[in-house]
């Protein structure tokens, strides 16, 4: 049975579906450069550059129409806390490694050398950066986060089948029987 694609608020025809209208909107653009020169006192610099660029443009009609992001896998999201926890490892180990010499002479009345205090600084700081393991995520943690996934698919599942009225920009689901859903 065909689906019916009339819009269910206005009853114009020809619904397009949301991937559609996504897809349309997004275009690959090309730039072509142009040459360029000037002249200063000393001489005439030319620079001359030409070639081709390309990129993607995207309508705002498209944008509005993009589907619900994925979400990061446990793993990523964790990764991800790796890094950016690492990263300030280093830069809080760095910093306390080049305060470390003047430290002990301040408090230990104590030259134990400026370099060599800095390099072991520096040693401790990778040490513990790449010693450093994160538990896992928790049980509880693992079950909220596939409630999410499940409920992100869900909403993917239902861009998938969801048009938009070309006049009024009503969205709704196309059902086969007289009962249509309409999305707000
Ligand atoms: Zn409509």
């Not at 793993?75 to 430290?103: E, H, W, Y």
Request: net charge positive; proline share 7%.
């Amino acid at each position: 049975m065909p689906l019916d694609t009339n819009c269910p608020k206005c009853g114009a025809p020809h619904a397009k579906k949301l991937s559609v209208v996504y897809s349309e909107g997004i275009s690959t653009v090309q730039i072509s450069s142009q040459s360029l020169s000037a002249t200063n006192t000393i001489g005439k610099i030319e620079i001359s550059t030409s070639g081709n660029s390309t990129g993607i443009q995207q309508t705002e009609h498209s944008r509005s129409a993009a589907p619900p992001p994925p979400i990061l896998s446990l793993i990523d999201i964790q990764k991800m806390n790796v890094a950016q926890l690492r990263t300030a490892i280093f830069f809080i180990g760095f910093c306390c490694s080049l305060a470390l010499p003047f430290l002990i002479k301040f408090f230990f009345k104590a030259d134990p050398g400026f370099f060599s205090t800095i390099f072991i600084g520096l040693l401790i700081t990778v040490a513990v950066g790449a010693l450093y393991k994160p538990p896992g995520p928790g049980e509880a943690e693992q079950i909220a986060h596939q409630t999410r996934v499940e409920e992100r698919q869900k909403e993917i599942d239902n861009w998938n089948i969801t048009f938009a009225c070309t006049q009024c920009g009503t969205r709704f689901i196309p059902r086969e029987s007289e009962q249509r859903q309409v999305r707000h």
